[in-house]
């Protein structure tokens, strides 16, 4: 009888943190930037400079923790996690290990087969390490140090995940706390948030843990899913031939879909970690965990509950635009304009998702306004222009901001209004038309809608839809 195996996989995700400034410095942490030029004595690791920790790293981890029903250490501390590496300047990092600021929490995640509770073990602070370039035309590698020093939360879960559809979930449940709370944007393509996968199998109904190894290198979902079944299926052959799985570090190349052995894996002991002399312990009191839970904002859940209760919102609607917290920004302030909240819940998941998948971006990239949102469905409403015209306007909202009311006006796009000349033209196209008159006569109800389109077309697309088949209709009737 053939062995049937499980998956078992825990999590490391890393996030970058949204300071301005560096972790342990006031060297800034904006994105791109010429290589070393947002750097100092601090985080290039020069002899003799000290680290001054940034408040509002302690903040964000502290307001991410209990976001994800963590318990909070009180009397929290950092640790040197010594290791060489290039990029890596002191040849040790600043991390925590024997007091974490955050442990023993979980968040509840959908599945196929209802919820689930993803623990995690702890949260915890340190500094990025910087970046290397391999330079293959020069035969050489080059090191960036902008990113060393910027503030990363460590958010390490308990081995609860069987499957790559629950892996996924617990990213995007992640992913969306931490972006309602505007502590990071989550960026996988920027490196803003990063996913390593510890994966091991065993026989299924057994209760030890297999040989687990490591996957680094994956940078958006759809890769962490990939990564996860060519993982599993790899020691799933290793078993079958009875062969062992090597503890290891392994990197995923997601256009070969396949993994390479990049390292043995390390232990805690490995890199000799001890208290880091240069920064105190972390005092927090429960005033200060106070005032951070009051800032916490409302969170997916509880503002689907309020658009079905509040705006009349389908469920599906309300699923939808509460799965960025942009897009669900941008649906508040255009109602709070004065829009009907369905009409602009339409505009942002027909128009406003197809224009994102056409672009290849996501709601998180839109730039457009709420005000010029709102304009343009007032003057849909007020049938100033038609829906064709409306589309129109849109796209050009959606990419450039453009004011409608403006952009209207300067391509002649309102509706005509004319009901003579409007009238003429219909006369002039059912002249030049007898024969769908006759099928119209005839009961081709059908023949209609080739002479609404004439008009429409000779109009150059600016009458109003309505007033033309009501016109059209009249006109053919009298014929």
Known sequence: MAKTYETVIGLEVHVELATQTKI??????????????????????????????NRKVVEYAMAVGMATNCEITRYSKFDRKNYFYPDNPQN????????????????????????????????HMEEDAGKLIHDEWENCSLVDFNRSGVPLIEIVSEPDMRSAEEVVAYLEKLRL??????????????????????????????????????????????????AIEGEKNRQIELL?????????????????EYSYAMRSKEDAQ??????????????ISEEWMAQVKAREPEFKDAKMARYQAEFDLPRYD??????????????????????????????????????????????????????????????????????????????????EDADPVEYVEKHGLKTVRDEGSLRSTIEAIIAANPQSVADYKSGKKKAMGFIVGQTMKAMKGKADPAAVNQMVREAMEKQ
């Open 270 to 283: 490995d890199y000799r970690y001890f208290p880091d002399p240069d920064l105190v312990p972390i005092l």
């Open 92 to 123: 040790y990092q600043i991390s925590q290990l024997y007091a974490p600021i955050c442990r023993n929490g979980f968040v509840e995640i959908e599945t196929k087969t209802g919820k689930k509770q993803i623990r995690i073990h702890e949260i």
């Open 240 to 256: 079958e031939e009875g062969k062992p799985v090597i503890q290891e570090t392994r990197r995923w190349d997601d256009n070969k």
């Open 24 to 53: 342990f410095c006031s060297c800034s942490t904006a994105f791109g930037g010429a290589p070393n030029t947002h750097t100092c004595p601090v985080c290039t690791g020069m002899p003799g400079s000290l680290p001054v920790l």
């Open 318 to 399: 309300a699923d939808l635009l509460t799965d960025s917290k942009k897009m669900a920004d941008l649906f508040e302030e255009t109602v709070a304009l004065g829009a009907p909240p369905k009409k602009v819940s339409n505009w942002l998941m027909v128009e406003t998702m197809r224009l994102l998948k056409e672009s290849e971006q996501e709601p998180d990239d839109l730039s457009f306004s709420a005000a010029h949102l709102a304009a343009l469905i007032a003057m849909t409403d007020a049938r100033e222009i038609n829906s064709t015209v409306a589309k129109e306007v849109f796209e050009q909202i959606f990419r």
């Open 177 to 226: 706390i931490i972006q309602y709370l505007g502590a990071s944007d989550c960026k996988l393509q920027e490196g803003s948030m990063r996913a390593d996968v510890n994966l091991s199998v065993r026989e299924m109904g057994t209760e030890t843990f297999g040989t687990r190894t490591e996957m680094k290198n994956l940078n958006s979902f759809k890769a962490i899913a990939r």
